[in-house]
């Protein structure tokens, strides 16, 4: 029972790459001859790239949609209240001199931090700003509906996140959309080698059936109620010339270090993420916890894992640390689980069935232990605005 399992997997019998710590299960992985997985060989890419010549590639888009711009907004920058948002636009104001537009699809559960780190890159940056909101009781429906559909509890980020930069795009006229991390960097899905650059109908389809939000409708969600949600039809993407791009994939990308300069210049706040040991992904956000931890019961791994392959391919640590990080924390129940399972009504006995029906056949024989997280999270799991409607029903009842 208590072999040394010091820096070991997981999972016994399944295939991890053999520079970081990604699993087989990871979705759309690709392993090349030697077993290494598409983001470490996209990491040794990364460095020999001429950033230089990129650079300058940029400055000549932007300085072309400038131009094209006119009197409009140069560009659209999605932002989320995340450090990359708030990167983004200090490179884009400050450094380009681009008058963005900045859009936000708000997934309506902000923790506080993010909610601040919103408003405070609006101020830091001058930016115009227009937010979308799905409403409470729609979230936490979708929030439901979405486990059994896709296996998390987040379609309804996916989705929107995905669609309504695309909607503004077209509403607005302002057909360039800037992005930040590159697809190649972390996601797994492609290298820089070979991008899936711009914009191209394969994979908006790719992209957009996959969260087609007619599939979500059930007898307690509508058509209607997923209006916010569909995607812009591709003809008309095209007459508006719209045109994905991400700044990681023209400027050297590096998470921790544009994380440290935009918290010590322009006031960005971390905070605790639940399921990991880092504090500055998806720190806007009160759900990532629920969103790692369906992906570790699913699939075997969480948060800790993808950010422990990362600082192992960044070098910061060995691949057995990677696995002991991963192994201390994907496999916690998070605190949004409370959460989740309030909003959703469902009980903890029907989570957990539904998730043993979502595991992949192949790991289906794996036992995945979870273990009760058993400090208090840092950050309150509440949606804000619900914090501030209690903080002021708790004024007045003690008043
Ligand atoms: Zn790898």
Redesign the pocket.
Same mark, same amino acid.
């Given at each position: 029972m208590t072999e040394n399992k010091f820096g070991k997997p997981q999972m016994e019998g399944i295939m991890? @790459? #053999? *520079? @970081? &710590? !990604?699993p087989s299960t990871q979705e759309l992985v690709k392993?090349d001859e030697m077993g !290494? &997985? %598409?983001? @470490? %060989?996209s =990491?040794e890419q990364k460095i020999h790239i001429n950033w230089v010549e990129k650079e300058k590639e940029l400055r000549k888009i932007l300085e072309e949609a400038k131009s094209k711009a006119g009197n409009n907004y140069d560009c659209i920058v999605p932002i989320s209240g995340g450090k990359d948002s708030t990167f983004q636009l200090y490179v884009l104001t400050q450094v380009y001199g681009m008058k963005p537009l900045a859009v936000t699809f708000s997934h309506n559960w902000f923790s506080e931090t993010g909610w601040y780190n919103l408003l405070n890159s609006l101020e830091k940056f001058n930016v115009d700003h227009i937010m979308f909101t799905p409403n409470r009781d729609l979230v936490n429906r979708i929030a439901k509906r979405s486990l059994e559909a896709i296996g998390d509890t987040c379609w309804h980020c996916h989705a929107g996140v995905g669609a309504f930069p695309l909607q503004a795009a077209i509403r607005f006229n302002i057909p360039l959309l800037i992005y930040g991390e590159s697809i190649a960097e972390s996601s797994?899905r492609s290298t820089y080698k070979n991008p899936l650059m711009e914009f191209n109908l394969d994979y908006f389809m790719k992209v957009s059936t996959k969260r087609n939000p007619k599939e979500m409708v059930c007898d307690y969600i509508s058509e209607k109620d997923m209006k916010p949600f569909f995607f812009p039809s591709i003809e008309e993407l095209d007459k508006a010339g719209v045109r994905l791009m991400h700044l990681g994939d023209y400027i050297f990308w590096d998470d921790e270090r544009q994380m440290e300069f935009v918290r010590d210049n322009f006031g960005w706040k971390e905070t605790e993420v639940e399921g990991t040991y880092k504090g500055y992904k998806s720190a806007e956000c009160i759900m990532p916890g629920m969103h790692d931890f369906t992906n570790y019961l699913k699939r075997g791994f969480g948060r800790a894992t993808h950010q422990a =392959?990362v600082d #192992? *391919?960044n070098g910061l640590l060995s691949r057995e640390e990677g696995f002991e990080l991963a192994n201390k924390y994907d496999n916690e129940i998070p605190e949004s689980l409370e959460y989740y399972l309030k909003v959703t009504g469902m009980t903890k006995e029907e989570f957990y069935k539904m998730m043993m029906e979502k595991r992949l056949p192949e790991i289906k024989h794996i036992d995945l232990p979870v273990v009760e997280k058993t400090r208090k999270n840092k950050e309150r799991i509440l949606p804000y605005p619900e914090q501030l409607i209690e903080r002021e029903e708790n004024k007045k009842n003690n008043g």
């Open positions: 991890y @790459c #053999v *520079r @970081c &710590c !990604i392993f !290494i &997985c %598409q983001a @470490c %060989q =990491s797994g =392959s #192992v *391919r």
